[in-house]
């Protein structure tokens, strides 16, 4: 499945190439066992992580304060970008700490956190369609724009957005409560998605589910572009000019689904390589979680956060009102 559960794949990569005597906490703690790798990692995790969950909470705080914001649909498209990138980054901590800090917790506990998460990572890459395909109506047809783009409407594809990534989790988990014993669903684990889908075959079908999704949605993304692009190249003057950054948009959201399709063949690649040396793969896993899980999270503030005029602006303002304050209160209590 997606490489964003990093740690889920990682394990599993483990529990496939690995001893079939070995259990999965010796297998844990062998991965583990050097203290000084396991504290660079967590630290390494925080520096990447934090700073993106401070930006998006800033961005999302800036979301609520604009009414502006809150009733056009690409804006709403946005906020709702952000708030899943903000689960997805602060569970995915999470799970990072408590995994090497040896943390087991009751299975049961960790389905509600596997559900979230394979929920949100679903989510991703179906809210960067809606947004493309705004874009797309804005664009292609701006006179029935106004007409089809709608707060309402808006708020009724997020449902559907959310219906859709619900829909493999609680099947999973379904699954799981039919088919697993008593006792495997009463033990203590590391928290990570694959326990809620112990047989390989599951495994194997969600993964080509899932990367099935993605090639639908990259094809999806790359019609948009085309179109705007023919739009760019019809049009003159301002129209030319929002055709282009229509275009560049839709480029980076691309990127986006790129980052997540080699996210999607990350485990792959890195189980041939723990074939030949452990430590070769202990390193290119890791790399790949901040190259493309974390990575990926950080195209959508610069899509919008950064390149909209309207959020920039708004964003810039924010900053230096809150500078100006903490100034005045510093001097007055000096």
């Known amino acids: 499945m997606s490489c964003v559960f990093w740690l889920s794949n990682f394990l599993s990569a483990v529990h496939t190439m690995a001893s079939p005597n070995a259990s999965g906490y010796e297998q844990m703690r062998l991965i583990q066992a050097d203290p000084v790798r396991r504290s660079i990692s ?14 998006i909470f800033l961005m999302l705080l800036i979301f609520s304060k604009k009414e502006t914001f809150r009733t056009e649909t690409r804006y709403i498209l946005f906020g709702h970008s952000l708030l899943v990138d903000l689960i997805f980054l602060c569970l995915t901590d999470i799970v990072v700490v408590l995994s090497y800090c ?14 979230l998460l394979g929920a949100v990572t679903a989510c991703a890459p179906l809210t960067i369609v809606a947004m493309c395909m705004e874009r797309y109506v804005a664009i292609c047809m701006p006179l029935r724009h106004h007409a089809i783009s709608t707060s309402r409407r808006a708020l009724i594809v997020i449902l559907m ?16 409560i039919s088919t697993a014993s008593r006792e495997y669903l009463s033990q203590l684990t590391y928290c990570h998605y694959e326990i809620m889908v112990p047989e390989k075959m599951h495994q194997f079908a969600r993964g080509m589910l899932y990367i ?3 090639v639908v949605i990259l094809t ?9 692009y023919l739009a760019a190249r019809a049009a003159s003057g301002d129209n030319k000019k929002s055709a282009s950054k229509g275009q560049r948009t839709i480029s980076l959201h691309i990127l986006q689904l790129v980052l997540c399709t080699v996210e999607v063949m990350c485990p792959y690649i890195e189980a041939v390589v723990m074939q030949y040396d452990i430590n070769i793969y202990l390193i290119v896993r890791y790399a790949n979680f901040l190259a493309f899980s974390i990575t990926s999270r950080a195209v959508s503030p610069l899509v919008y956060g950064f390149r909209d005029e309207k959020f920039h602006t708004a964003l810039i303002y924010y900053i230096r009102c809150k500078n100006n304050t903490i100034s005045s209160d510093t001097i007055k209590q000096s």
Do not use: H
């Open 42 to 55: 967590v630290s390494l995790t925080q520096v990447f992580v934090w700073p993106f969950v401070y930006l």
């Open 102 to 115: 040896f943390v087991v917790i009751p299975l049961r506990f960790c389905i509600p956190i596997c559900m």
């Open 161 to 176: 957005i959310w219906i859709l990534s619900s829909i493999n989790p609680f099947v999973d988990m379904f699954i799981l």
């Open 212 to 214: 099935v999704g993605l």
């Open 220 to 228: 999806a993304e790359v019609y948009c572009y085309v179109m705007i």
